[in-house]
């Protein structure tokens, strides 16, 4: 059995920063591909940033320059730094991970339960 649970959310003003992170938790041998998704009221989800075992990361056009995504492997931790926060990025953020079970086994896709971020203007 494993968990995502994602912690960090709340309320900010515009212009304001926080940090969400994400703990993977259970029957883990490895995690490779983590990413957080965020999803508005009335809209469907949306990747915002993905972090690679490598260390490789891509964010989304509105993110880019804003956001920053890390992992700490040692902890199987995922965050994610929000600066410059605007109203546009209240929504519900979810983390995802790939994980392996063991060393023989084909990785899974796992989901978080959400965090509420609400931005003020």
């Known amino acids: 059995q494993v968990q995502l649970v994602e912690s960090g959310g709340g309320l900010v003003q515009g212009g304001g920063s926080l940090r969400l992170s994400c703990a993977a938790s259970g029957n883990i041998f490895s995690v490779e591909y983590m990413a957080w998704y965020r999803q508005a009221q009335g809209k469907q989800r949306e990747l915002v940033a993905s972090i690679t075992g490598s260390d490789s990361t891509s964010y989304t056009a509105s993110a880019k320059g804003r956001f920053t995504i890390s992992r700490d492997n040692a902890k199987n931790t995922l965050f994610l730094q929000m600066n410059s926060l605007k109203p546009e990025d209240t929504a519900v953020y979810y983390c995802?991970?790939?994980?392996?079970?063991?060393?023989?086994?084909?990785?899974?896709?796992?989901w978080g339960q959400g965090t509420q971020v609400t931005v003020s203007s």
């Open positions: 995802n991970a790939n994980l392996r079970h063991s060393r023989l086994q084909p990785s899974r896709n796992y």
